[in-house]
């Protein structure tokens, strides 16, 4: 019981400081910046969808902890 309430509070840590970072990156004049890597262009619109991602995993990573089952 305690293995899963420890591993809900660090997601849930996690989640909070994932969520305050992209709202941060997505507020941030930096975005968009282009940055070119040989002839592929990687500008605002793929930063936000490498944000969108994380905040898909730790969202995801969160409600997975629910899941977990307890060792007997």
Same mark, same amino acid.
């Given at each position: *019981? =305690?293995? =899963?309430?420890? @591993? =809900? /509070?660090?997601? /849930?840590? *996690?989640?909070?400081i994932?969520?305050? !970072?992209? &709202?941060?990156? @997505?507020? %941030?004049?930096?975005? #968009?910046?282009?940055?070119?890597i040989?002839?592929?262009? !990687?500008? %605002? #619109?793929?930063? =936000? &969808?490498c944000?969108?991602?994380?905040?898909?995993? *730790?969202?995801?990573? &969160?409600?997975?902890s629910f &899941?977990?089952?307890?060792?007997?």
């Amino acid at each position: *019981m =305690r293995t =899963r309430k420890t @591993l =809900r /509070l660090i997601s /849930l840590v *996690m989640l909070i400081i994932a969520v305050i !970072f992209v &709202f941060c990156a @997505l507020s %941030a004049p930096t975005l #968009e910046k282009t940055i070119y890597i040989g002839d592929f262009v !990687f500008g %605002a #619109e793929q930063w =936000r &969808f490498c944000y969108k991602i994380y905040a898909f995993v *730790m969202v995801t990573l &969160f409600v997975t902890s629910f &899941f977990i089952k307890e060792k007997k």
